[in-house]
């Protein structure tokens, strides 16, 4: 089992900055990935930026340019650095790691997601 604990988020002004942190604890081979996504009430969850172990990075249009992701590999731990912030990405956001399991088994794992809010 793995959990993932994320932490960051807030009220911010339009414009202004936040950087999320999500770690990941438990017993596993590696991490395969780990990602953002959000959910703003009344639509769907949507990615927003991902990390692979190997380094490559993947970003949403809508964010591109303003969000960066990183990664710590040693302290399992995945950054999203959002700068520029604008209303509409106010959302829930929330980590998703895969996970190789000790039985070579791929696993997805989910946060409980941390609060972003923009005010215009």
């Known amino acids: 089992q793995v959990q993932l604990v994320e932490s960051g988020g807030g009220l911010v002004q339009a414009g202004g900055s936040l950087r999320l942190s999500c770690s990941a604890s438990?017993?596993?081979?590696?991490?395969?990935?780990m990602g953002w996504y959000r959910q703003a009430p009344g639509n769907q969850r949507e990615s927003v930026a991902t990390?692979?172990?190997?380094?490559?990075?993947t970003y949403s249009d809508q964010v591109k340019g303003r969000f960066t992701i990183s990664r710590d590999n040693a302290k399992n731990t995945v950054y999203l650095q959002m700068n520029s912030l604008k209303p509409e990405d106010t959302a829930v956001y929330l980590c998703?790691?895969?996970?190789?399991?000790?039985?070579?088994?791929?696993?997805?794992?989910w946060g409980t997601g941390t609060q972003v809010t923009v005010s215009s």
């Open positions: 990390i692979f172990s190997g380094g490559p990075t």
């Open positions: 438990g017993r596993f081979s590696s991490i395969t990935s």
């Open positions: 998703k790691a895969e996970v190789r399991g000790l039985n070579g088994w791929t696993y997805y794992y």
